[in-house]
């Protein structure tokens, strides 16, 4: 007997639509390793309607006032607490992630981001009004840019879908939003949600793979272009639009240096380290995956580890005593495994290191030691629940070993004093410094990083900045 496939749809300027041409794509629940759904493949003619609606909703949607925007906002952030079950059991089925998790750690957050950039809209920062010339007053306005189209990944759908809609619907922007061809569900069901409160052609979500993508980033309509993914779709998103000279905000990988010095609290480093580089089997930019450690404390921290690797547990979304759940596919799945078949004879798999189970995309906890700063799995984004360790021997060269790589995205250092933690944050090349803590954030405050982590800046008022243009306005005092 064979089960019928749940239908995906778009959803372009308030109606939910099949692909023009009518070509789909399955979607699999990377838990068992089987279609639940299929999902447009959208293609030009998908794109030009979308960026139509979007717009055409523009200018309606520009003239609304901050509070009308923000109580729009506000609505949504309700109706996705409302509905929280039917997201959290969404993005179960689109990831693998463990239901519980997903519901207390991801659910929450994401509201009240939401509710953030609802009050965000009513406080664009703005300079007082001026005479710098005799006779002559200056403003200054922020505006929408315009049509923003947006890619978000598949590591946490529905949150990066809110880290690009809500900012940009906040400043006054229309979208145009596409999933990962592998998790579309839960930003389907969003749309849902949303539709019933925002304007027609203010949000839009478009199904569809590499090329959809990059026929709306080259689609003339969008003043801007946002894309959470890897450096190489990041490097191509941003030569596309460099050819009408679109804006481009840009967050893309990462190989978070974590810093142990001797005098770390070294239990609890080895816990929160433990749950921040394997939390989401690792498939976070911002990850704890790429630890250094003083030499003196060097090889109990890595039998410590290695302890905590093996009492972390994968492995079904129901399961409760689960960290997390599987890889997201099976090419990340080989990705993963290939950094590990490939590593060098003076590398040593402490825990870990191979699949788990015959169904699903599940890799065990997994901790390599005896590293070298030129290794591949050093200077490359893993991407999964793989920690490796190196030893360091003093303060210089461990911020040459932490900023030795092409990300910069985010960083922690773990000692208890405080001069050190003041210099490690100055000297690290990261977006982010975390101390005695990693992988934290709270919507108030930015996450972007530099180098070929990308630019731009994501949550916080920084982030809402990025989706407005300034325009300065001289008016004569003499009539």
């Known amino acids: 007997m064979t089960t019928e496939l749940r239908r995906l749809r778009n959803y372009i300027g308030g109606e939910f639509k099949d692909a023009a041409d009518g070509r789909t794509t399955e979607v699999v629940n990377p838990a068992i390793g089987e279609a639940y759904a299929t999902a447009p493949l959208s293609g030009q003619a998908d794109v030009d309607a979308a960026m139509a609606a979007a717009a055409a909703a523009f200018p309606g949607w520009r003239d609304t006032t901050p509070a009308e925007r923000q109580k729009a906002l506000l609505k949504i952030a309700d109706a996705f607490e409302a509905r929280a079950d039917e997201l959290v059991a969404a993005e179960s089925e689109n990831t693998g992630k463990p239901l519980g998790l997903t519901a207390s750690e991801e659910l929450p957050p994401m509201v009240d981001q939401i509710r953030f950039f609802a009050g965000a809209a009513r406080l664009l920062e703005g300079r007082s009004a001026g005479e710098y010339m005799e006779g002559m007053t200056s403003i200054i306005r922020r505006e929408p840019v315009g049509v923003c189209a947006q890619v978000a990944p598949w590591n946490y759908p529905m949150m990066m879908a809110v880290w690009k809609f809500a900012p940009a619907i906040a400043a006054g922007n229309t979208v145009v939003l596409k999933p990962s061809d592998t998790t579309p569900a839960s930003t389907v069901l969003m749309a849902e949600i949303i539709d019933s409160i925002l304007p027609k052609g203010v949000f839009n979500v478009i199904c569809g793979d590499r090329e959809t993508g990059k026929a709306m980033v080259e689609h003339e309509t969008p003043a801007m272009a946002s894309i959470t993914g890897s450096v190489r779709a990041g490097m191509q998103v941003a030569e596309s639009a460099s050819k009408d000279v679109k804006r481009v905000h840009l967050e893309l990988g ?169 210099r490690m944050s100055k000297n690290l090349d990261f977006g982010c410094v975390w101390i005695n803590t990693h992988i934290p954030l709270v919507a108030e405050m930015p996450h972007g990083g530099f180098k070929k982590s990308g630019y731009g800046k994501d949550l916080s008022a920084y982030g809402f900045e990025d989706y407005t243009r300034i325009k300065h306005v001289m008016t004569s005092l003499d009539g």
Not at 294 to 309: M, N, P, T, Y
Not at 348 to 372: D, I, M, N, R
């Open 254 to 422: 990462g190989k978070a240096p974590v810093v142990v010095f001797e005098d770390a609290d070294l239990a609890k480093a080895v816990e929160d380290i433990a749950v921040a580089g394997y939390f989401n089997a690792g498939q976070d930019c911002t990850a704890a995956t790429r630890v250094l450690v003083h030499e003196s404390i060097h090889d109990e921290f890595v039998s410590a580890l290695a302890k905590a690797a093996a009492d972390t547990k994968t492995g079904q979304p129901d399961d409760e005593d689960v960290l997390y759940g599987p890889l997201n596919n099976p090419n990340q799945l080989k990705q993963v495994a290939g950094f590990i078949e490939r590593l060098p004879a003076h590398a040593k798999v402490e825990a870990g290191g191979h699949q788990v189970g015959e169904k699903g995309y599940f890799y065990a906890p997994t901790v390599v030691s005896g590293l070298k700063q030129d290794d591949e799995i050093i200077q490359n984004e893993v991407f999964g629940p793989v920690i490796t360790v190196q030893s360091f021997t003093d303060e210089a060269q461990a911020v040459a070993y932490a900023n030795g790589v092409e990300f910069a995205l985010a960083s922690s250092v773990w000692t208890k004093d405080h001069g050190r933690a003041m």
